[in-house]
């Protein structure tokens, strides 16, 4: 069956949807029916799957979208910030410690996600009870990460470019110090995190490479042969496929290349 991925923000996990009897084209905004509620997205791919592999039913496109929901969607965009410190003086008056983050309304303004960060489990009911009498629709808080977080601020990273998960990333992957110890990272929290205190997503994206490239090389304190001999690895150059050694005489040291060298298997 034919089916569409859609997606709801620039960056964000993207969705698919069946859309039978529709004449839709790539870069649609549609209309589509969530587990929030209706939301506007954008066509992002078409796709053919099997209807073997769906692990739960589809929801249908609903409709492209027309020029009143555009204008709905343009006006709950601009209500956003007016939502966001309404809601941030609340949460002082209800002395709460969290930190607001974004808000959201469904196209048709039934239910308004407010989404926000803090240490520990929050008691927000009394805060959901005062932004109902306020706007008189469906509340839902939801918690976030430190990386979710970090995504919807946005903000620029050690490398000096924009943050990755706010310009390209749509899911976030786990990444561990293996990784970074498998591309020779110093160990240093400040110099392997990110802006959100988690360990940089690029160690995910490059740690393929690196295995690949370390497959020809030997580990550091085993022995290779080389024209002078046996040699003792000291230590070693991934992405410039070299390896510095020790021969026998304790005395000379050198950087060797990939074409010098034999491993001792």
Known sequence: MQVVLVKFKEAGKKYYFSYEGLNIDLNDRVVVETARGLEIGVVH?????????????LKPVLRIATSEDLEDDLYNQEAEEGIIEKTKQLVKQNQLDMKVLDAEYTLDRKRLLIYFSAEGRIDFRQLVRDLSEVYHTRIELRQIGPRDAAKMIGGIGPCGLILCCTSFIGE???????????????????????????LLCCIRYEDEAYTELKKVLPDVHEYVNTEKGKAYVLDINILGQKIKVKYNDEETIEWLSQNAFERII
Do not use: H, R, Y
Request: aromatic share 4%; glycine share 4%.
């Open 45 to 57: 791919l078409f796709k053919e799957i099997k209807e073997t592999d769906l692990t739960s039913e």
């Open 172 to 198: 976030f992957e786990t990444v561990s110090i293996k990784m970074a110890k498998n591309q020779n990272l110093a160990l240093n929290p400040q110099k392997i995190s990110g802006v959100c205190g988690k």
